[in-house]
């Protein structure tokens, strides 16, 4: 019952199709650079019919950032084959080498350039707590058994790793990407330390392994 | 020739006391709960004479935050006659307690819960750029002589402190303010060493001492 031909689809196909293309465009063009006839041209549909789908600009945006928001953490979901320095390290070149092939998109979203508010908000905000639960499910912690000084510094390393990231972008990438990795993953496992005086046994892998 | 009488302030005057009744009230309310009826009430002006000074309430907002910011950054000075170690953790907790005395101000303008914009951006980017030169200064080096990713780590760490400090502030500072400055300043100090590869000079005191 597949619908072969492009002219007539879904509501959600057209959406989607929208969506995936803004993912696109917005890789190699902050947002505030792509208009929104642009979009409308690319798709082949009228800007009224975009609007349709997207009462605005801002509702589009916000759609592709949910969108490629998913595919990251989709991207950098943990293995769990890997033992837990390794899987860390994994996830972190992965999230490194995504936003290297989309930085415009992810230095719009993370600096807000386009005036963020409480919907682009909540996307970031939904990212980072599936990094945190992430985290913590690598320490072998349920949300529930946290401590607050732990929920302090895991956020706080994520805020440093996207400010470092975002960094090593501007800066054209000039650090290398293996020093990068070492800064973001000994600074996690400092953060840690500093709350728990020792290392957690989660990441207590031997680091020459 | 200093004039006594309340009734007839100069125009800077009259900006500076109403940017210091803007940092009273937003730090008890965020920015978004204030409205102008109010910050006019409190001046003893009318809401016409208010937007004289400032023409929109964002131009306030930036105002206040930008006094703000001056005021922490002068409130956080590095003490030059500390040895190095306590010069830092001097200046955190002082971070601490002043953004602890002026919760909302600073929780709305880290968020940027009111939209944010470019010239928000700019007032948090210069201080976030001052810290940055503050410990550059502290490890005896200048700007010139900075590597990519000391920069990338100096700036990742000062997004880990501002977003653990936020955090704690939401946390209703459960966890212990020692706890805190323990780990925004072992961060620091692992993140300077996983850049150098050792304990930076500037940061070689013994920490028991």
Redesign the interface.
């Known amino acids: 019952m597949e619908r072969r031909s492009g002219s007539r689809l879904s509501r959600e196909q057209r959406r989607a199709q929208l969506v995936e293309l803004g993912m696109r465009l917005f890789s190699e063009r902050s947002f505030d650079e792509v208009s929104v006839d642009r979009v409308a041209e690319e798709a082949g549909i009228s800007r009224s019919l975009l609007f349709h789908y997207f009462p605005t600009k801002h509702d589009f945006q916000v759609a592709v950032a949910r969108a490629a928001t998913e595919e990251l953490l989709a991207s950098t979901e943990p293995d769990p084959a890997l033992p837990p320095v390794e899987r860390l390290r994994a996830s972190l070149a992965a999230y490194i080498d995504y936003v290297s092939d989309r930085r415009e998109a992810f230095l719009s979203l993370v600096?807000?350039a386009s005036?963020?508010?409480a919907q682009l908000?909540a996307v970031v905000d939904r990212a980072h707590d599936e990094v945190a639960r992430r985290i913590l499910d690598g320490l072998g912690l349920t949300a529930a058994q946290t401590?607050?000084?732990l929920?302090?510094?895991i956020?706080?390393?994520?805020?440093?790793?996207?400010?470092?990231v975002v960094?090593?972008l501007l800066?054209e990438e000039?650090?290398?990407r293996e020093?990068?990795l070492?800064?973001l993953e000994?600074?996690l496992?400092?953060?840690l330390?500093?709350?728990y005086e020792e290392v957690p046994e989660g990441l207590r892998a031997p680091r020459s392994a």
């Open positions: 600096r807000g005036g963020g508010g908000r401590g607050p000084m929920r302090v510094a956020h706080g390393w994520i805020a440093f790793m996207e400010e470092a960094r090593w800066e000039e650090g290398s020093t990068l070492d800064v000994q600074v496992v400092g953060a330390v500093a709350v």
